[in-house]
């Protein structure tokens, strides 16, 4: 079992819909949420971070976390064109490193 | 901005030859990683560093790759007679401490014909 699955994409939303990215990890002793989003060629860019049962809400993006059911997700509201990337989920098994998941590929039709 | 500098940003080279890559954090963060990406994959860790001193090392890392990262500040990543599965991006990242936020360099683009 991988340590942070997500769902393979890619994904493909109408520009001004919403956009819903899921992840799971395995080890349940994680603390530390990351959503990262990668422009092709691009390094990875930190656009969210989690670290309490709920919901956290910044401008458009809202990041989700239930440890109990060890899942984080990530909702893109009123999607842009310019949020086409690959969207990266990365869960810290520990206090030194990031575990990264495959990423999922979201393209916003215009 | 001081960000996550690394050189070069590609690197083209033959199988058997040695490469160095070259890693600047953020200048008050004291940890610094080393990840690997290749195409379609999320990064994975290699290394990293609590300011001089290497702490963890993945099993990815094998005996032809080496870390340094002398006076905690800078820090280099040699792969030693490259093969053609070397080939990847080479991810540097800083933070500030335990369960702090990474911040990626650019990477190098290592190609291995």
């Known amino acids: 079992q991988k340590e942070v699955e997500q769902n393979s994409g890619p994904l493909s939303v109408p520009e001004g819909a919403i956009a819903s990215l899921n992840c799971t990890y395995s080890?349940?002793?994680?603390?530390?949420f990351f959503w990262y989003r990668q422009y092709s060629g691009k390094s990875p860019e930190l656009i969210m971070f989690?670290?309490?049962?709920g919901d956290k809400e910044d401008g458009r993006f809202t990041a989700q976390l239930n440890k109990a059911s060890q899942y984080v997700s990530l909702l893109i509201r009123d999607s842009q064109p310019s949020d086409s990337a690959t969207y990266l989920c990365a869960v810290a098994p520990n206090d030194y490193k990031l575990s990264f998941g495959a990423g999922t590929t979201v393209t916003v039709r215009a | 901005d001081t960000g996550v500098s690394q050189n070069p940003r590609h690197k083209i080279t033959k199988r058997g030859q040695n490469v160095t890559f070259r890693c600047d954090p953020i200048?008050?963060?004291?940890?610094l990683y080393w990840y690997r990406q290749t195409l379609g994959q999320g990064p994975e860790f290699l290394t990293y560093f609590q300011n001089e001193a290497q702490l963890e090392k993945s099993r990815l890392l094998s005996d032809r790759f080496s870390a340094e990262r002398p006076k905690g500040s800078f820090s280099t990543l040699e792969i030693q007679r490259t093969e053609q599965g070397d080939s990847a991006m080479y991810l540097c990242a800083s933070s500030r401490g335990p369960n702090e936020k990474l911040f990626f360099g650019s990477g190098t683009q290592l190609s291995v014909l």
């Open positions: 200048s008050e963060h004291n940890r």
């Open positions: 080890d349940r002793g994680s603390q530390s």
């Open positions: 989690i670290y309490s049962n």
